[in-house]
């Protein structure tokens, strides 16, 4: 190997990330497991991307009940919001509310900004090759969990 530490490497950015995460859980009022759901929607929002419970069902790993019942609680908190399908009366999409836009913009303090202006600084290729090497790492720690 070389003078590289890739396992040091890999330990600061679980490091960086986690303190992220508690940033977030600590300014929003939320578990960790809400913060995923809620970092999930924001992402698709972002995106152009509607998120239904079957989407974070997929997602999160979790049933469908489960789901909504986090859906519930996020939705009583003022969280997130179902808003009707356009093309299917009988389904709902999950949204962030107003308010959880904002504070989820503050509590991230400028990450996105800084994220996003080091993105824009790589070329197309480092994009890519970036992300090639982000989904092989996925897919380590994906082969090193245990079967479901």
Same mark, same amino acid.
């Given at each position: #190997? $070389? ?7 890999? %330990? ?5 990330? $986690?303190?992220? +995460? &508690?940033?977030? +859980? ?5 578990? &960790? &497991? ?6 999930? /929607? ?5 995106? =152009?991307?509607?998120? +239904? ?9 979790? %049933?469908? !009940?489960?789901? %909504? =019942? #986090? /859906? ?5 908190? &003022?969280? @997130? $919001? *179902?808003? !009707?399908?356009p093309d299917d009366g009988r389904s709902r999409y999950i949204e962030l509310t107003d308010a959880a836009r904002r504070d989820y913009a503050?509590? #991230?303090?400028? %990450? ?6 080091? #993105?824009?600084?790589?070329?197309? *290729?480092?994009?890519? *090759?970036?992300?090639?090497? @982000?989904? *092989? @790492? ?8 245990? $079967?479901?």
């Amino acid at each position: #190997m $070389s003078d590289v530490d890739l396992d040091a490497a890999l %330990t600061r950015l679980e490091a960086a990330v $986690s303190e992220l +995460r &508690g940033r977030l +859980r600590d300014e929003l009022g939320v578990s &960790g &497991g809400d913060l995923t759901l809620l970092q999930f /929607v924001s992402r698709a929002e972002e995106a =152009g991307r509607t998120v +239904r419970v079957k989407d974070l069902s997929k997602h999160l790993g979790l %049933t469908g !009940p489960a789901v %909504t =019942g #986090m /859906v519930d609680r996020l939705e009583h908190s &003022g969280h @997130i $919001s *179902r808003v !009707p399908n356009p093309d299917d009366g009988r389904s709902r999409y999950i949204e962030l509310t107003d308010a959880a836009r904002r504070d989820y913009a503050r509590a #991230m303090d400028g %990450t996105n900004k800084h994220l996003h202006d080091l #993105m824009a600084s790589f070329s197309e *290729r480092e994009r890519a *090759r970036f992300v090639r090497i @982000i989904d *092989r @790492i996925v897919a380590a720690v994906d082969l090193g969990a245990p $079967s479901p």
